[in-house]
């Protein structure tokens, strides 16, 4: 089978990532089918705080990069950050598949159970995550959003701490439980650092709806539309939201960051 190669967005650096990318990179080392590889990529400045403008400012390095990966031959790209910053931007920059974790979690969890909820970092992202469900025509089954309290760059430290595991499930659990006792059927949790951190909860479940990790699914997704592009050209559309530009568009984006 022809090579796969995969180019994974995540929205902190190397610098600032701690052990969090080694961590990230063997298990998608794991995960993969035999002759994918996938490269992680970071962004400077990292995002360290939970709010729109962070997430503004890192969408468009976000789209950039998708734009490099392209150039550099890459066969797909896939954001592995929950919020899904620039995402449609991204699709309409680039001609190859661009797979982000928040959706491919959302449509995949509907396969699961009729009634989903989140379980985000931050209650910052709780506006952010309403504005998402609703972007994918999902309010009516994406239906309760709740939140812990870290910021992007605190919950690192659970991946070496001893007890961190435990206590980020303690928490999380603490604010699923209300969600399955309303009637969610099935939970995702919202953010890419905490779903690596539960791939080490084997069969995750709160009183049998199961906790959706979904890297996996990105990565597996991700797989698919590259080998669907393949094997029958299918690819997005390109009669509204992800219209291309034409290339010097493209190319005044990449080259003038500050709109000067």
Same mark, same amino acid.
């Given at each position: 089978?022809?090579?796969?190669?995969? &180019?994974?967005?995540? $929205?902190? *650096?190397?610098?600032?990532?701690?052990?969090?990318?080694?961590?990230?990179?063997?298990?998608?080392?794991?995960?993969?089918?035999?002759?994918?590889?996938?490269?992680?990529?970071?962004?400077?400045?990292? *995002?360290?705080?939970?709010? !729109?403008?962070?997430? $503004?400012?890192?969408?468009?390095?976000?789209?950039?990069?998708?734009?490099?990966?392209?150039?550099?031959?890459?066969?797909?790209?896939?954001?592995?950050?929950?919020?899904?910053?620039?995402?449609?931007? &991204?699709? &309409?920059? %680039? *001609?190859? @598949?661009?797979?982000?974790?928040?959706? &491919?979690?959302?449509?995949?969890?509907?396969?699961?159970?009729?009634?989903?909820?989140?379980?985000?970092?931050? +209650?910052?992202?709780?506006?952010?995550?309403?504005?998402?469900?609703?972007?994918?025509?999902?309010?009516?089954? %994406?239906?309760?959003?709740?939140?812990?309290?870290?910021?992007?760059?605190?919950?690192?430290?659970?991946?070496?701490?001893?007890?961190?595991?435990?206590?980020?499930?303690?928490? $999380?659990?603490?604010?699923?439980?209300?969600? %399955?006792?309303?009637?969610?059927?099935?939970?995702?949790?919202?953010?890419?650092? @905490?779903?690596?951190?539960?791939?080490?909860?084997?069969?995750?479940?709160?009183?049998?709806? @199961? =906790?959706?990790?979904?890297?996996?699914? #990105?990565?597996?997704?991700?797989?698919? !539309?590259?080998?669907?592009?393949?094997?029958?050209?299918?690819?997005?559309?390109?009669?509204? *939201?992800?219209?291309? +530009? @034409?290339?010097? =568009?493209?190319?005044? $984006?990449?080259?003038?960051?500050?709109? #000067?």
């Amino acid at each position: 089978m022809e090579p796969i190669r995969i &180019a994974y967005q995540s $929205f902190v *650096d190397a610098e600032h990532a701690g052990t969090y990318w080694e961590h990230l990179q063997a298990h998608l080392d794991k995960i993969v089918d035999p002759g994918t590889t996938v490269d992680i990529k970071g962004i400077t400045p990292h *995002d360290s705080y939970a709010h !729109a403008l962070s997430e $503004f400012r890192c969408a468009r390095e976000m789209i950039c990069n998708a734009v490099t990966a392209e150039r550099e031959g890459y066969d797909a790209f896939a954001m592995g950050h929950f919020q899904d910053p620039g995402l449609y931007e &991204a699709r &309409a920059a %680039v *001609d190859i @598949p661009v797979l982000s974790l928040g959706e &491919a979690s959302m449509l995949y969890a509907c396969q699961l159970g009729h009634q989903i909820g989140i379980v985000t970092i931050n +209650p910052r992202y709780i506006s952010w995550f309403h504005h998402q469900i609703g972007k994918y025509g999902l309010r009516e089954r %994406v239906t309760g959003v709740h939140a812990m309290t870290f910021e992007p760059g605190q919950i690192l430290a659970a991946f070496d701490r001893e007890g961190g595991l435990e206590e980020v499930v303690a928490l $999380f659990e603490e604010q699923g439980r209300p969600l %399955v006792e309303r009637g969610v059927d099935v939970l995702i949790t919202g953010g890419g650092i @905490p779903m690596l951190l539960f791939s080490r909860v084997h069969n995750h479940n709160i009183d049998g709806a @199961p =906790v959706i990790n979904g890297i996996p699914i #990105l990565v597996k997704m991700t797989e698919m !539309a590259v080998k669907l592009r393949r094997l029958t050209g299918l690819n997005v559309s390109r009669t509204s *939201d992800f219209a291309q +530009p @034409p290339p010097e =568009v493209i190319e005044e $984006f990449m080259t003038n960051p500050k709109g #000067l």
